[in-house]
């Protein structure tokens, strides 16, 4: 079970914005890595991978935008947000079929 | 990257079964998985099921073992998903996600096949 926080966030332009995600079980690979994604899916499109195993960005995510964490917590890190960042981030656990997505948390700009 | 070109709407009755094609293009074939999530309307996203064309193997749900199947055509780079016993629970967008041979990751989505149960 992956679970996100928080749900909502509305984030003043050029201020960070932070979301968590905790699995109830570990991630952590004999591999060494976290198998832990971070997406966004913006308004009316399909979801994009942002963040692979943990803490690699996808081609053409800016290092504006960064994952972090071990184990069973982790975190993804959005400093000067803008309007481009808007929409709804889901984490997903790849380590073990079935994979699970967490909730989702929208973020929207103030 | 691979780009994923999936089949269009579709509307179905109670009971009945949909297909839905994914055709990939752009890397080898058998160099990735093909999954599918599915997003009821105004939900969150739900893994599926993915196929592995390199070992021509599948994996399902287990909630949806018993009315989904997902096949591999190779020589068309075509994989399809096929829904059965359809209820109004149904009713969401499909999308293909393309995933790393390695396991964890879906880098490349389709733009989605919205499919509406309807009586």
């Known amino acids: 079970v992956m679970t996100q926080s928080p749900l909502s966030l509305s984030v003043t332009p050029g201020e960070p914005a932070s979301i968590s995600c905790r699995s109830n079980q570990s991630l952590l690979h004999l591999d060494g890595n976290n198998y832990l994604d971070w997406y966004l899916q913006k308004p009316g499109q399909s979801p994009h991978l942002l963040i692979y195993l943990g803490s690699n960005r996808a081609s053409g995510v800016p290092d504006r935008i960064s994952g972090s964490g071990s184990v069973t917590d982790f975190t993804l890190q959005i400093n000067r947000v803008g309007a481009a960042d808007v929409g709804v981030y889901y984490c997903?656990?790849?380590?073990?079929?079935?994979?699970?997505f967490g909730q989702g948390t929208k973020l929207e700009i103030k | 990257q691979v780009q994923l070109v999936q089949s269009g709407s579709e509307v179905k009755k109670p009971g009945a079964s949909v297909r839905v094609s994914c055709r990939t293009s752009?890397?080898?074939?058998?160099?990735?998985?093909i999954n599918w999530v599915r997003q009821a309307p105004g939900q969150g996203l739900e893994w599926l099921g993915g196929v592995i064309p390199l070992f021509r193997t599948t994996d399902y749900l287990q909630r949806f073992q018993d009315r989904l199947t997902i096949t591999a055509d190779e020589s068309t780079r075509t994989v399809y998903m096929e829904l059965r016993s359809l209820t109004f629970e149904d009713t969401a967008i499909f999308y293909c996600?393309?995933?790393?041979?390695?396991?964890?990751?879906?880098?490349?989505w389709g733009p989605g096949t919205l499919v509406t149960v309807s009586s």
């Open positions: 997903m656990q790849g380590l073990q079929s079935p994979y699970t």
């Open positions: 752009g890397a080898t074939f058998n160099s990735y998985t």
């Open positions: 996600a393309t995933g790393d041979l390695g396991g964890g990751y879906l880098d490349s």
